[in-house]
């Protein structure tokens, strides 16, 4: 008896954070998965871990948001993986700032990787969903996209990525293809340390301030998101599209 290959899933900004818990959960659901990160040696840890669970891994190197970087690496997951019928568009970065300090190159690389990096990633792996008649895209939003001072750049990104999402749920539906977003709230990440550190605020003081004002009384970890991402993906879950699921704590903190 031969056994079925394993599904192929895509998750960018894997090496660490979110993408690196949502990596190794989709592999423990069964999936062959893809670590995208920019830099291939970075994606080590998770692929170390994936395959010490005993699942199947790759890591590639690539700039989401690079067109030629994106092709090659869809490529390569394609002939040393197989088809990806499953990407999660997780890369991310923040150049926060007050809007009249905020300079040009701070709102491009906020757009470069968050949407143009989302729209390469799904564009060069979406044929592969169709042929399959099967697919699952996640997009990671944020409760930013409702605003939030000093984010004029990555709240308009991730507001952006709910649009790109409801667009992706009409264009592929008739596929077999779902396109889904979850907006986190402060999750416990190097981002989140990023902002902290940023600020001047001791890490542990700035995640029980940021706790206090969540209604479930703490911060979010990384497994909280690849928690609703493994459901978004599922097989159960095809009749659910076109939605963005806030994965805060409460309505939106
Ligand atoms: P993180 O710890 O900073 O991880 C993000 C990863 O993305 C890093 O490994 C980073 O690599 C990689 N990356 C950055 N630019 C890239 C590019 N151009 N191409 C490929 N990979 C790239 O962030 P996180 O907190 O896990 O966040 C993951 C996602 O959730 C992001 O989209 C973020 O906006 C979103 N989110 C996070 C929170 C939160 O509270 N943490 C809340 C809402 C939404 P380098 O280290 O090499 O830069």
């Not at 092709?71 to 197989?82: K, T, Y």
């Not at 981002?191 to 940023?198: D, G, L, N, V």
């Not at 969540?214 to 990384?222: D, E, L």
């Amino acid at each position: 008896m031969t056994e079925t290959p394993a599904r192929v899933a895509i998750v960018t900004g894997a090496a660490r954070g979110i993408g690196a818990a949502t990596a190794l959960r989709l592999a423990a659901d069964g999936f062959a998965v893809a670590v995208i990160d920019l830099d291939e040696a970075s994606t080590a840890g998770t692929v170390e871990a994936i395959e010490a669970a005993g699942g199947r891994a790759l890591g590639v190197g690539a700039d989401v948001g690079d067109a030629e970087q994106v092709q090659a690496a869809v490529d390569r997951i394609a002939a040393e993986l197989g088809p990806p019928v499953v990407l999660v568009n997780n890369a991310g970065v923040t150049r926060d700032n007050m809007l009249f300090k905020m300079t040009d190159a701070d709102w491009d690389l906020v757009m470069h990787v968050h949407l143009r990096g989302s729209f390469l990633m799904t564009r060069a792996c979406q044929r592969y969903m169709v042929d399959a008649r099967w697919g699952r895209v996640v997009n990671l939003s944020s409760t930013s996209a409702l605003g939030n001072r000093g984010q004029a750049n990555y709240a308009t990104a991730k507001a952006g990525l709910q649009g790109f999402t409801k667009t992706l749920a009409l264009e592929l539906g008739k596929f077999g293809v779902t396109a889904n977003a979850i907006a986190p709230g402060f999750i416990q990440t190097e981002m989140t340390k990023a902002t902290a550190e940023r600020l001047g605020r001791d890490w542990d003081e700035y995640v029980a301030e940021r706790a206090a004002a969540i209604p479930v009384a703490r911060g979010g970890v990384p497994e909280d998101i690849a928690h609703t991402v493994s459901f978004f993906v599922s097989e159960g879950a095809g009749f659910v599209s076109g939605q963005v699921v806030y994965v805060a704590g409460g309505p939106r903190t």
